[in-house]
Nanobody, 122 residues
Framework: QVVLNETGGGLVQAGGSLRLSCAYA??????MGWFRQAPGEERAFVAG????????YYLDSVKGRFTVSSDNAKRTVFLQMNSLKPEDTAVYYC?????????????????WGQGTQVTVSS
C-alpha cells in the first residue's frame, strides 16, 4: 500500500515560517512534487525535486522563499517555507511523480498525500 503523509501545516502570521514534511511508504524513491490548492482555485505546482536531489524547481512566486529537499534514506521530502504571505494560504499536497512530463502537470504524479492546511494571517 502506497502512503504519502504530509505534516507540519498550521496557522502562522505573515512573515513567519513553516516546514512541511512528507513521509512516503510503499513506493520506491523518485521525483517528488509539492502542490497547493486554495479555496476556489485549481491545484497548482509549488516545488519539485529530482530523485537524486540534484535539481529543484519552483513556482515563480515562491522562489527565494521556499526550499524543497529530500532524504531518500528516510523516504521523506520537505518544504521549508519562509517569509510566508497570506496568498500562500492553501492545502499543501506532496506527490510522487512516476510518469514523464512537466513538473507543473499533475497528471505526471501517480500518488498523492491527503494534504495539510497552511493558513497565513495578515
Amino acid at each position: 500500500q502506497v502512503v504519502l503523509n504530509e505534516t507540519g501545516g498550521g496557522l502562522v502570521q505573515a512573515g513567519g515560517s513553516l516546514r512541511l514534511s512528507c513521509a512516503y511508504a510503499g513506493v520506491a524513491s523518485g521525483d517528488m512534487g509539492w502542490f497547493r490548492q486554495a479555496p476556489g482555485e485549481e491545484r497548482a505546482f509549488v516545488a519539485g525535486i529530482t530523485v537524486n536531489g540534484g535539481s529543484t524547481y519552483y513556482l515563480d512566486s515562491v522562489k527565494g522563499r521556499f526550499t524543497v529537499s529530500s532524504d531518500n534514506a528516510k523516504r521523506t521530502v520537505f518544504l521549508q517555507m519562509n517569509s510566508l504571505k497570506p496568498e500562500d494560504t492553501a492545502v499543501y499536497y506532496c506527490a510522487a511523480a512516476r510518469h514523464d512530463g512537466s513538473w507543473y502537470d499533475d497528471g505526471r504524479y501517480e500518488y498523492w498525500g491527503q494534504g495539510t492546511q497552511v493558513t497565513v494571517s495578515s
